[in-house]
């Protein structure tokens, strides 16, 4: 799979600790994929690939000619809807997870507020903000749980008895809530 690194083994019998380029490691899954023996399937889970470093467009490159090089390859790309991603991979099947996290952040938001005696307090001074909150921190969390639950954390961290000064985003009232 890596040739230069073998040879180096082999002539010297020792390893190249030289650090592995990017080419080198695409170079060796494509070898891995395109000379792998017809009976062999693969199937790879790559999380984040709005997080590699390097250009979308090369990420899209690397996968596109991988998955057309063989037809016993799956891959399974987890990633941001950024443009070039959202672009390239259009055609291709999708499950959305995010599209099926929102009625658990719904569900796990509002039970952790209301499970505090802060917000207890907070319906009870301003109750609309206070039925609010929940589907604010639904939807601006894009559904991603990871976000919800620092901002929950946050949130009950900032509705102690003592604060009288809570806002989400330094939000007034709405207007039923406020005092005539």
């Not at 063989?70 to 999708?94: G, Q, Y």
Request: charged share 25%.
């Amino acid at each position: 799979m890596f040739p230069a690194r073998w040879e180096t083994y082999t002539l010297f019998g020792q390893r190249d600790d030289d650090p592995w380029t990017r080419r080198e490691l695409e170079r060796g899954l494509e070898l891995l994929i395109q000379e792998g023996s017809s009976e062999l399937r693969f199937c790879f889970f790559v999380n984040g690939l709005d997080e590699l470093k390097g250009k979308p467009s090369d990420l899209v490159s690397l996968f596109k000619r991988l998955w057309s090089s063989s037809s016993n390859l799956k891959l399974c790309l987890s990633r941001r809807p950024w443009v070039d991603f959202e672009d390239a991979f259009r055609n291709c099947p999708r499950l959305m997870i995010q599209d099926l996290t929102y009625p658990d952040i719904i569900h796990f938001a509002g039970l952790s507020l209301h499970a505090h005696t802060g917000f207890a307090e907070l319906k009870s001074r301003e109750p609309c903000y206070a039925a609010n909150l929940v589907k604010e921190i639904a939807k601006k969390s894009s559904r991603v749980f990871l976000w919800v639950g620092l901002v929950v954390q946050s949130l009950l961290a900032g509705l102690n008895p003592w604060r009288q000064d809570f806002r989400l985003g330094g939000k007034t009232p709405c207007s039923a809530c406020r005092p005539r």
